[in-house]
């Protein structure tokens, strides 16, 4: 079985620029979730959505969104770039339904530089 | 709010000795999962280790093991027998039954394994 897959793996803009980000789930996931990683603020929940819902949301303005299509691929969009979104960017899926807790499994994630 | 602490920013081990990584945490839920990840210089996150809050029992994977005290929401990792492929960053994180899609990451410990 194929892993995550994430598009492109580098990417570098100028600020002022937006950017879109995919992300493709095991065959069979559901839910897709995207983290940013920074040395300065670690590993930070962006969302996640689940049968094309966002279903969590973390603490990241409104520059940032994203949004599921029905084959469970992901995309996600930063508008107006920022130095300090310079970030890996990595995304995760999971089969996401169910009462109990089913494993994320993460991709190689997108290495996104700002000048 | 939830957190999660790793105190240790670094550790260094010889091949074939015990390290123990600390993690604590803080969170008002009952039902949680914690879990243990690794991240070598590829950047691919990869799963260690899991422990679910309402069982008493450490989870153990081959040379990896936990110390989970609930009371004292603590929950340490100890590799035995370390090997060279150990090498990696290695972050403590959480999920709550509430949101399932959303990680929370402490800020990582970074192992290195001495010849």
């Known amino acids: 079985k194929a892993g995550v897959t994430q598009t492109p793996r580098y990417l570098i803009k100028t600020r002022g620029q937006q950017v879109t980000l995919s992300c493709s789930p095991i065959s069979g996931h559901r839910s897709v979730s995207w983290y940013q990683q920074t040395p300065g603020q670690g590993l930070q929940f962006l969302f996640e959505y689940f049968s094309e819902t966002q279903r969590n949301k973390g603490n990241f303005p409104g520059r940032f969104s994203g949004r599921q299509f029905s084959n469970s691929r992901s995309e996600m969009n930063v508008s107006t770039l920022e130095l300090g979104d310079s970030a890996l960017y990595l995304c995760a899926s999971s089969l996401g339904g169910g009462l109990t807790y089913n494993e994320q499994f993460f991709g190689p994630g997108t290495r996104l530089t700002v000048l | 709010a939830q957190t999660v602490t790793q105190s240790q920013p670094e550790m260094s081990v010889q091949e074939a000795e015990t390290v123990t990584l600390s993690c604590t945490y803080d969170t008002s839920e009952n039902n949680y999962y914690l879990f243990w990840y690794k991240q070598p210089p590829s950047r691919q996150m990869i799963l260690v280790i899991r422990?679910?809050?309402?069982?008493?029992q450490n989870a153990t994977e081959n040379r990896f093991s936990v110390n989970f005290q609930k009371a004292a929401k603590s929950f340490s990792l100890k590799i035995s027998d370390s090997q060279l492929g150990d090498t990696a960053m290695y972050f403590c994180a959480f999920i709550t039954t509430d949101s399932w899609g959303k990680l929370q990451f402490g800020a990582g410990t970074q192992v290195v394994v001495t010849p």
């Open positions: 422990q679910e809050a309402y069982k008493q």
